[in-house]
């Protein structure tokens, strides 16, 4: 029950990019040495990222990645999802299981539940507000 | 961020404890077939419950397991606990991370507050609770 690397630097990576400009376009190399990622495994989650339609990758020598949308119209659990797959806390919430004991599970609902209450926690936090948070913390760092 | 097939199975193995009458011992392989769960992988299951002090051994001809505690005192977030270790939902809250953005990160304080939130929900549903559920669907089962 725990956020996978991937997740981890996918959400770092995203806090990156939602600090810059609108529309700016950035190359993998800065953002992992700005946000302490391994560079090779950054650029297979933003592979996934552009899968997910979250970032949009541009080719030729100005080429590199930007956000396809407005940070405060993505939260956690967009990008977790987009590098995990849908959040589901059993097996038996994930749409495919067989479980024999899924007709009358009376647990299968609690964890349903609580699962509900994760992904709305999750969907509280957007990166407009993650970025805006991480630019203080550092300005914070630089000027004590 | 899922569950392990060992905490699933944990928790069906613990609701089928609690379900019996105080005191009572059980044996691996009735708890698998009534539960559905593979005989030898609930054997190192019930050893990880044992070290936990969640269930106790009892050897000889009417060996088996028996709860150490009062189920309504046993909260979904000690027997997940017990197979997984500590919920963390990111590394990072482990206990254990030396990540280089700790000391300043805004992000993990919002991913503590999370894992509270969800731990919160976790202890919200005790073993008493679970085993009158499992008793009342199963005699909706058989009683349609």
Redesign the interface.
């Known amino acids: 029950?725990?956020?996978?690397?991937a997740?981890?630097y996918a959400?770092?990576g995203i806090?990156y990019m939602a600090m810059q400009p609108e529309g700016a376009i950035v190359v993998i190399p800065e953002i992992a040495r700005e946000?302490?990622i391994p560079v090779g495994f950054l650029g297979r989650i933003f592979q996934s990222l552009n899968r997910a339609a979250i970032v949009i990758s541009h080719r030729g020598k100005k080429g590199g990645y930007s956000l396809t949308r407005d940070p405060a119209q993505l939260t956690?659990k967009d990008v977790?999802e987009a590098v995990?797959g849908n959040?589901?806390?059993?097996?038996?919430l994930?749409g495919y299981s067989n479980?024999?004991?899924m007709a009358?599970?009376?647990?299968r609902k609690?964890?349903a539940?609580?699962q509900n209450?994760?992904v709305a926690?999750?969907e509280k936090?957007d990166f407009a507000l993650?970025a805006r948070?991480?630019k203080?913390?550092?300005a914070?760092?630089k000027t004590p």
Chains 1, 2 share one sequence.
């Not at 959040?87 to 038996?92: A, D, F, H």
């Not at 009358?104 to 647990?107: A, D, E, K, N």
């Open positions: 029950m725990k956020l996978t690397r997740a981890d959400i770092r806090i946000m302490c956690l977790i995990e959040i589901s806390l059993n097996v038996c994930d479980c024999e004991r009358f599970c009376p647990t609690h964890l539940d609580i209450n994760l926690e999750l936090y993650l948070e991480e203080m913390a550092r914070g760092e």
